[in-house]
């Protein structure tokens, strides 16, 4: 058994999958295996990636699965310990695995780790992502998904014995797998930087095409967030908002389609999910910090 299998799905990831993938080969940790599935590339990156080790195990399937399905295929592969994810666009840093692992190991009742990350734009300008560190609440939780998908690790056999990846969820499926961590043990985000996210238009969920999905996948996850955690007061109120924010989103996006009609229900029912409307103080502020309502 290795101690970390390192997952990673591809779909014309073009230039940036090479740095990815190099990324883990160049880590200071050695023990791992990288788990790539091309999920029906065309723009030949596959081709055109040169590294070489031994502990890459590269699956290509026929046709595009979707980004779950192609999970779901990684983490049935997977032999490790410890499970770490990274996009095909994204870099982990040297010390990221061996950090992530040191962590884990020392503290048992961690079930989810993940981490800051760097954005990095197209430019090449970077900048730290606000975000949460330490501990992170259920309630913190139920208000959005605090965690980078492409920065986590996660201990193989708890996932598997939680159901992994849900297909059912096209867009959000790590935000589905970490409210079911959440059910069972502990989930932390070190303070401290350990992947580079980039930042480009070309990135799926930023497609135009996948926006409808993501906006659905959130709000059935924000429904079925106080079903799962234990949240407090407050926990519901953030939660509320979060129903109430993708629903406005939804609605903004009927209202540019011309569906106005359409658009007056799902405002109607943003006001009926949070009479409040600290959504609207969300909005005027930008987004605060997970446990400010505003």
């Known amino acids: 058994?290795?101690?970390?299998?390192?997952?990673?799905?591809?779909?014309?990831?073009?230039?940036?999958?090479?740095?990815?993938?190099?990324?883990?080969?160049?880590?200071?940790?050695?023990?791992?295996?990288?788990?790539?599935?091309?999920?029906?590339?065309?723009?030949?990156?596959?081709?055109?990636?040169?590294?070489?080790?031994?502990?890459?195990?590269?699956?290509?399937?026929?046709?595009?699965?979707?980004?779950?399905?192609?999970?779901i295929i990684a983490m049935s592969r997977a032999k490790g310990e410890f499970c770490g994810v990274l996009d095909a666009d994204d870099i982990a840093m040297n010390n990221r695995l061996q950090f992530q692992v040191d962590y884990l190991r020392r503290?048992?009742?961690?079930?989810?780790?993940?981490?800051?990350?760097?954005?990095?734009?197209d430019n090449g300008h970077e900048s730290l992502k606000n975000s949460p560190s330490g501990l992170i609440s259920h309630d913190q939780l139920a208000e959005r998904n605090v965690f980078v998908h492409s920065s986590v690790m996660f201990r193989r056999e708890v996932c598997v014995s939680i159901g992994g990846y849900d297909e059912r969820f096209r867009y959000a499926q790590d935000y589905d797998l970490f409210q079911r961590f959440a059910m069972v043990g502990e989930c932390h985000i070190l303070n401290v930087p350990l992947t580079k996210l980039r930042i480009h238009p070309n990135s799926e969920t930023r497609k135009s095409g996948g926006q409808n999905v993501r906006i659905a996948d959130e709000l059935?996850?924000?429904?079925?967030?106080?079903?799962?955690?234990?949240?407090?007061?407050?926990?519901?109120?953030?939660?509320?908002?979060?129903?109430?924010?993708?629903?406005?989103?939804?609605?903004?996006?009927?209202f540019r389609r011309a569906k106005f009609l359409s658009a007056v229900w799902l405002f109607r029912d943003v006001i009926c999910r949070d009479p409040k409307m600290s959504w609207l103080f969300y909005l005027v502020r930008g987004r605060p910090?997970?446990?400010?309502?505003g």
Not at 107 to 121: A, D, P
Not at 228 to 240: E, I, T, V
Not at 289 to 293: E, I, R, S
């Open 289 to 293: 910090t997970p446990l400010d309502l």
């Open 220 to 254: 059935a996850l924000a429904e079925l967030a106080p079903k799962r955690l234990n949240l407090s007061l407050r926990g519901m109120q953030l939660n509320k908002r979060r129903q109430a924010l993708c629903i406005l989103e939804r609605a903004w996006h009927e």
């Open 1 to 71: 058994m290795v101690a970390v299998s390192v997952i990673m799905t591809a779909f014309n990831a073009g230039q940036f999958l090479a740095e990815a993938v190099s990324s883990i080969v160049n880590q200071d940790f050695s023990d791992w295996e990288l788990i790539l599935v091309d999920n029906s590339s065309t723009d030949g990156s596959i081709e055109r990636l040169t590294v070489l080790d031994s502990r890459i195990q590269l699956i290509r399937l026929p046709q595009n699965i979707g980004r779950t399905s192609a999970l």
């Open 107 to 121: 503290n048992l009742e961690v079930v989810l780790l993940g981490s800051l990350v760097v954005e990095l734009l």
